[in-house]
C-alpha cells in the first residue's frame, strides 16, 4: 500500500523566514512525487513536481529516497504563500495525497 | 481556457436521500478524475475515466455510488443512498492525456451535506 504522511496539521511562520513543509511516503516501487497548493476560496492545483526539479514560486522539493521524503522549502516566505500544502504521491496509477498543511505566513 | 466545471456548489441532503454532482471536464481533456475529501483529510481517489471507459474504481463504494461519463466528455457522479459518513467535497479533475504523470486540473468541488 502507499502512504504519504505530511506530519504538520498546522505551520506559522513570519515573512521572510525560511519555510520548510515536511512530507514523507511509503512506497515499495519507484514513485513520482508532487506538491499540490490550495490557497484561500481558489481550486486545489499543481505547485511542482520532483521530476521537472524546477523551482516555482521560490518553492523547491527534492526527492530523498534513503529518507523517503519529498520536503518542500522556500528560503524566504512571503504573505501570499499562505495556503493549504498537499503532498501526493504517484503509484500504481493512483495519486495519493496525504492530508495536507495549513501555512500561514504572517506579516 | 475555461476550468474544470462542476455543479451544484452544495447540496444537503438528508440520509437514504440520493444525490448527483455534474462534471464538465476542460474541453479535449481524455481523463476524468472523481474525489472525495473528507474535512481535515487529503482527497482520495474515487474513480478515474479515459474517455468513457473506466480505469480504476477500486476505491469507488459500490454498493451506493456510481459514476459515468456519457461520451467520453461530462460525467455525473451518483450516491444513492446517502449516509452521513458521506458528507464530504466532492472534486472532479481532467488531464489531457491519460497519463497519470500528466497535471490534473480540479474543478471547484461540490461540498455535500448529509443530515
Known amino acids: 500500500a502507499q502512504r504519504v504522511t505530511q506530519p504538520e496539521k498546522l505551520l506559522s511562520v513570519f515573512k521572510g523566514a525560511p519555510v520548510e513543509l515536511k512530507c514523507n511516503y511509503s512506497?515499495?516501487?519507484?514513485?513520482?512525487l508532487f506538491w499540490y497548493v490550495q490557497y484561500s476560496r481558489q481550486r486545489l492545483q499543481l505547485l511542482l513536481r520532483h521530476i521537472s526539479r524546477e523551482s516555482i514560486k521560490g518553492f523547491t522539493a527534492d526527492l530523498n529516497k534513503g529518507e523517503t521524503s519529498f520536503h518542500l522549502k522556500k528560503p524566504f516566505a512571503q504573505e501570499e504563500d499562505s495556503a493549504m500544502y498537499y503532498c501526493a504521491l504517484l503509484g500504481n496509477y493512483k495519486l495519493t495525497f496525504g492530508k495536507g498543511t495549513l501555512l500561514t505566513v504572517n506579516p | 481556457e475555461a476550468g474544470v466545471a462542476q455543479s451544484p456548489r452544495y447540496k444537503i441532503i438528508e440520509k437514504r436521500q440520493s444525490v448527483a454532482f455534474w462534471c464538465n471536464p476542460i474541453?479535449?481533456?481524455?481523463?476524468l478524475y472523481w474525489y472525495q475529501q473528507i474535512l481535515g483529510q487529503g482527497p482520495k481517489l474515487l474513480i478515474q475515466f479515459q474517455n468513457n471507459g473506466v480505469v480504476d474504481d477500486s476505491q469507488l463504494p459500490k454498493d451506493r455510488f456510481s459514476a459515468e461519463r456519457l461520451k467520453g466528455v461530462d460525467s455525473t457522479l451518483k450516491i444513492q443512498p446517502a449516509k452521513l459518513e458521506d458528507s464530504a467535497v466532492y472534486l472532479c479533475a481532467s488531464g489531457s492525456s491519460g497519463r497519470m504523470t500528466d497535471t490534473q486540473y480540479f474543478g471547484p468541488g461540490t461540498r455535500l451535506t448529509v443530515l
Open positions: 512506497y515499495s516501487g519507484s514513485p513520482e
Open positions: 474541453s479535449g481533456h481524455a481523463t
